[in-house]
């Protein structure tokens, strides 16, 4: 999509058969002015190919692994579908269990400036942290990249969006941006099924251990441009209360960010 046509984004979100979150999803890019320019994607289901192939293998394979699978090949599906059929320069891959900020078509739309500049391939734009991230200085978990100063013309405020590159202590796929070089290699090195075929049960495969960590030079920006829901729930309670957390935090950390009311 043409993002206040400046810049060339490709827009996908992962809706797996859920009607409802389609439809809050939709209404949030009408309210951005995103809808037509945005793309949905029905996910992976758990009898494909490429998942049953191996299950047929390994009969004790459960269904979270499944799951897991299915959600990973669905961002890969979103990907291919991007590199194969688009000519935009980036794409943003995100995920149906979020909020946007209010403003977040003229804010990416400042902020691609900054990511052209430092030449990122891979960006966190909404991801799981259960608390606010306000240093300018480097961390145990951070390195400070730098800070992009966006001016609410309509409020009258600036607000900083710092950039920080990360190690793996972060998690989620809720919303990233990727260089189309960057998803040309995810795609040819992970789509088609092979390396998760000839690499069970020596390492991970899931969005949020390679999607969002293959890249060297990976950077993420706080505040973020969307967050969980926090509306979904889990079987294990430390998981609930950590997505529950990773919403409430973040929703009054800064009073110039503005999150749509779903």
Not at 115 to 124: F, G, T, Y
Not at 171 to 191: D, F, H, I, N, P
Not at 210 to 238: V, W
Request: proline share 2%; aromatic share 14%.
């Amino acid at each position: 999509m043409y993002v206040n046509d400046k810049e060339m984004v490709f827009i996908g979100c992962l809706n797996y058969n859920n009607r409802e979150r389609y439809d809050i999803m939709m209404r949030q890019f009408e309210q951005c002015g995103m809808s037509e320019k945005s793309h949905f994607y029905s996910g992976c289901k758990l009898s494909d190919s490429r998942i049953q192939s191996l299950a047929d293998i390994y009969p004790d394979i459960n269904n979270h692994t499944k799951k897991c699978w299915s959600c990973m090949f669905g961002h890969l599906d979103m990907m291919r579908d991007f590199v194969q059929s688009s000519t935009e320069d980036y794409m943003i891959c995100c995920e149906d269990d979020i909020i946007l900020d209010r403003d977040f078509k003229n804010k990416l739309d400042d902020l691609m400036i900054t990511v052209r500049e430092k030449n990122i391939d891979l960006l966190l734009l909404g991801y799981l942290i259960t608390y606010p991230i306000l240093s300018e200085q480097d961390t145990n978990e951070f390195r400070y990249r730098g800070k992009h100063i966006y001016v609410d013309l309509e409020i009258g405020e600036k607000i900083d969006y710092r950039f920080y590159e990360y190690g793996f202590e972060i998690w989620g796929t809720q919303m990233y941006m990727v260089s189309r070089s960057y998803a040309e290699k995810m795609v040819q090195q992970y789509a088609d099924g092979i390396w998760l075929l000839e690499n069970y049960g020596k390492a991970q495969f899931s969005a949020d251990w390679i999607l969002t960590k293959e890249s060297p030079s990976r950077q993420l920006i706080y505040p973020m441009l969307a967050i969980e829901d926090g509306k979904t729930t889990y079987e294990h309670e430390g998981q609930s209360e950590f997505h529950r957390l990773s919403h409430s935090v973040h929703i009054c950390a800064n009073r110039n960010i503005n999150y749509i009311d779903i």
